[in-house]
């Protein structure tokens, strides 16, 4: 199976996949470390995917998205951003929009915690 078909196979699979450096309990970037951190907070039940582990999906994710970085975040087959889209996004609401929207659950009190913290 080719890298693509792999990476289409597992966003097709789960509702949220975090193609990330590392995995969600050992991120190996503070990027990725970011990321995963607020989707283990908010309580998101989400597939990673080590990009580390396999030079072809690392390689493969990047023309697949057409996104030069990594992480890469897919909320039901879509792709949403990288670390900087899905940090604004959580600050300004519209991930718990995406989530609401897509039937994904997630704790609407620790995305409020991380506003309030931020703020």
């Known amino acids: 199976m ?4 792999q990476i289409k196979e597992t966003i097709d699979a789960n509702d949220v996949v975090l193609f990330m ?3 969600k309990t050992m991120p190996q970037c503070g990027f990725s470390s970011r990321v995963a951190g607020v989707l283990n907070f908010m309580g998101v039940d989400f597939a990673d995917v080590n990009v580390l ?3 072809d999906i690392r ?3 990047k023309e697949f998205s057409d996104w030069p970085t990594i992480p890469q975040l897919y909320v ?3 792709f949403v951003g990288g670390c900087d889209i899905i940090t604004e996004m959580t600050l300004s609401g519209e991930l718990d929009q995406l989530f609401e929207t897509n039937g994904v659950t997630y704790d ?3 995305a409020d ?3 309030a913290a931020n703020a």
């Open 2 to 5: 080719s890298a693509q078909d």
């Open 21 to 23: 450096k590392g995995t």
């Open 53 to 55: 582990s396999d030079d």
């Open 59 to 61: 390689q493969g994710i």
């Open 76 to 78: 039901k087959g879509e």
């Open 108 to 110: 609407k009190d620790a």
């Open 113 to 115: 915690k991380i506003r």
